[in-house]
């Protein structure tokens, strides 16, 4: 079989990913530097119990401080007992599998390049036109208001917008409730972004991580942080790797059953004058199966513009963060290749 080179081959619907191709192009090929390691070591994330957040107020002081030791060392941890019930993140697992298994031409009903559009279906980061591609395939969609934006997402398969929308709602729920005790870890209580959270975007970002013949030479997505406050994470399987800040090396996150990650946002890195770090993580791949990735995604409203907060602002901490919007990431990310290892929060940091 001839080998494809061109990058420009490669445009939705007519991915190496989705085609299934026994090879991996040469435009998907990683630099050797940055390659996975086959065996990686798995990260040591510490685990929430976040039931315990109601079994009165010494049980969640503790919480509380678990969480900002967290949020402090990795901007990562898993929760458990946190009352979402095991059919609905069954479900939409399940529904996600289904929608990525549709026909093509189902599925390109969504397709746009156009990373400002409220639902759409594409490949890898900027489909054929960047200079190195990643085996993904996504569907991304705006959840909230849930009854604005549930029409306009798949009506294929026929569950979708009852699974995921079900999905969605409690995954708001607790995105809400995780905020609350973050901010409270802060010292800024747990009321202190209610209002703006309550208003505030939530994307969904359905990822889909077919077999990949030669794992070892591609990625599913390069090292990047989410632009969010925060974002919950559900996954079918193992794949997400975090990046470990004091030595440099990549971590498996383990997968756990009916746990969900958390991971910390360039927003929440802003409002915590980088007390609270957003972490730097990627997807890597595997021979053997389609691994399925949920990302609910919580942020500021679209023109909402997220700053430090006064009260973590002193002499000794001076502020190191420009505020910043959804809007303005988005603009970024239109302008700027994400594999090229640019980054959003470097944008904002300010040199004092």
Not at 9 to 38: N, W
Not at 216 to 225: R, W
Not at 233 to 240: C, D, E, H, I, M
Not at 276 to 304: C, F, P, Q, W
Request: one cysteine or more; aromatic letters at 8%; charged letters at 25%.
């Amino acid at each position: 079989m001839q080998k494809e080179e061109s990058s420009s081959s490669f445009s939705t619907g007519k991915s190496a990913q989705e085609g299934a191709l026994p090879y991996v192009p040469d435009c998907y090929v990683i630099p050797s530097s940055h390659r996975p390691d086959m065996a990686p070591e798995a990260a040591y994330v510490p685990i929430i119990d976040f039931g315990r957040l109601n079994e009165g107020r010494e049980q969640r002081s503790m919480v509380i401080k678990e969480i900002g030791n967290a949020c402090s060392r990795l901007g990562f941890f898993q929760i458990v007992n946190h009352g979402i019930c095991q059919s609905i993140l069954d479900g939409a697992l399940s529904t996600a599998f289904d929608f990525f298994k549709l026909p093509s031409e189902e599925k390109m009903k969504f397709m746009s390049g156009d990373v400002h559009r409220p639902v759409r279906y594409s490949t890898s980061l900027k489909d054929g036109i960047d200079e190195i591609q990643y085996w993904r395939v996504i569907l991304k969609h705006y959840a909230h208001p849930l009854d604005h934006w549930i029409d306009f997402w798949p009506k294929n398969p026929p569950n979708y917008r009852e699974n995921m929308g079900k999905y969605c709602t409690e995954q708001r729920k607790l995105a809400l409730e995780v905020m609350s005790a973050i901010t409270e870890s802060l010292g800024l209580g747990p009321k202190y972004l209610v209002n703006k959270m309550d208003e505030g975007m939530q994307v969904m970002a359905v990822n889909c991580y077919p077999p990949c013949p030669q794992p070892d030479i591609a990625l599913g997505l390069p090292p990047h942080s989410d632009y969010t406050c925060l974002t919950i994470v559900l996954q079918s399987s193992q794949g997400l790797e975090i990046l470990d800040t004091e030595d440099g090396s990549w971590k498996m996150v383990p997968k756990m059953q009916s746990a969900l990650q958390v991971h910390v946002g360039d927003q929440l890195e802003v409002l915590s004058n980088g007390r609270y770090k957003s972490v730097v993580h990627r997807a890597i791949l595997n021979r053997g199966s389609t691994r399925i990735s949920l990302a609910s995604l919580h942020s500021l409203g679209m023109d909402e513009k997220m700053e430090t907060a006064k009260e973590l602002v002193d002499e000794k901490n001076p502020k190191g963060y420009k505020e910043s919007s959804f809007r303005d990431f988005l603009n970024f990310l239109s302008k700027n290749d994400l594999a090229e290892g640019k980054s959003f929060i470097d944008t904002l940091k300010i040199k004092n």
